[in-house]
């Protein structure tokens, strides 16, 4: 029984490390935002507890080499949500969280979408949507070819799944049954202008999936000890690819932005910066 209760108590503090992360990442994110005076906050704030799981408890990366080869490959598809890779990485270790104040400015080495290589860790370009998972199944195939146990993970917006190009991907990757590519989407129901299922309905988003050779499963996408579960556990079937389908509500964390999409494009100025810190302390 004291062992029982030992692994309890272990859960619980890790639990809370991990919810104090995540919420330090999120304050971040405010604050190099309003900094730079740039959007896509909301994106940014919906995948914060899906990079927290995936840094802190998944992938298996090398700080003081960041580009080893033996690193697992992470690409953020939805690169204008880049901000809240930045944070991560920086609370990761991967560089000082100083360095996150020179986020989109002239001249610095942190712009505003995923720009490869432009800081430790940053694996590839992405912005223009519908990229990253074609470049990440290109990844997961010359692992395959070279007889390489590396794994890659791509996270991916809900609104960019109306690209073609993910789902010529999303069939490459079945047809050559990739179980070291694992997909998320990140699925917050808002897109740039509107409700996913308004603009272009996804639906059964599950379902195509798995006609298409993935093996699926869904999680709320703010609930880290979910996450953690299901990420742990791929590939979900061996020889297939995986996808996990996290539920997510833009803005996450502030009560504000939570399910608006004018956070997809809007700044903060300093009395929203001060009220959405104060939320989250």
């Known amino acids: 029984m004291s062992r029982l209760i030992q692994a309890w108590f272990s859960d619980i503090i890790l639990s809370m490390s991990l919810k104090e992360t995540a919420k330090e990442i999120r304050k971040n994110v405010l604050k190099m935002t309003f900094k730079s005076q740039t959007s896509h906050i909301g994106s ?3 995948c914060i507890e899906i990079l927290t799981v995936l840094y802190f408890k998944i992938l298996k990366v090398d700080l003081k080499n960041p580009f080893s080869e033996k690193r697992d490959r992470f690409v953020l598809s939805k690169g204008h949500a880049v901000a809240s890779l930045y944070s991560t990485l920086a609370q990761k270790g991967f560089f000082p969280l100083k360095e996150l104040d020179c986020y989109c400015k002239d001249g610095k080495k942190m712009p505003g979408h995923s ?22 199944t290109g990844m997961a195939l010359a692992l395959k070819k070279d007889k390489r146990n590396q794994r890659v993970f791509v996270l991916m917006s809900d609104g960019e799944c ?5 789902w010529e991907a999303a069939l490459f ?10 997909s998320i989407i990140d699925y917050n129901k808002l897109q740039a202008f509107g409700r996913t299922n308004k603009v272009l309905n996804l639906e059964p988003l599950a379902k195509k999936w798995e006609s ?13 000890e ?3 579960k299901n990420l ?6 061996k020889g297939k690819p995986s996808l996990l389908i996290a539920h997510t509500v833009k803005g996450k964390g502030v009560s504000f932005m939570e399910n608006k999409l004018e956070w997809h494009y809007k700044n903060l100025d300093q009395k929203l910066l001060e009220k959405a810190l104060k939320e989250l302390s």
């Open 115 to 136: 720009t490869k290589r432009s800081m430790p860790g940053v694996e590839v370009t992405t912005g223009a949507l519908g990229h990253g998972l074609p470049i990440a």
């Open 173 to 182: 990757a079945g047809h050559h049954k990739l179980d070291n590519l694992t």
């Open 232 to 237: 742990s556990k791929i590939p979900f079937k």
């Open 212 to 224: 298409f050779g993935w093996q699926v499963k869904e999680v709320d996408g703010h609930n880290l």
């Open 44 to 46: 940014s704030l919906s």
């Open 162 to 166: 109306d690209e073609g190009s993910n």
């Open 226 to 228: 979910d996450l953690e």
